[in-house]
């Protein structure tokens, strides 16, 4: 079940850089909701696609989508 995006409605865009951000603060909220969840990277990615799954660019270029979380994943250290 995709989580709500802690943006301001209206502030999604369909671009990678909102994206990104997006990408990345769901990243954030699943490590403080979960924190020592186990799961291997690949797993979290899909989970945090998943929380993703509404976002503009990810339902437009999902291909492209997952090319921008993988990375954000790497610059997040994972």
Excluded: Y
Aim: charged share 25%; proline share 8%.
């Amino acid at each position: 079940m995709p989580l709500p995006f802690p943006d301001k409605d209206g502030q999604l865009f369909n671009n990678a850089d909102s994206f990104a951000m997006a990408f990345d603060e769901a990243w954030k909220r699943h490590d403080q909701q979960q924190p020592g969840h186990g799961l291997v990277a690949s797993e979290k990615l899909e989970r945090i696609l998943e929380a993703c799954a509404n976002h503009p660019f990810m339902q437009s270029d999902p291909a492209m989508a997952r090319q921008v979380a993988a990375f954000r994943m790497r610059l997040l250290g994972f």
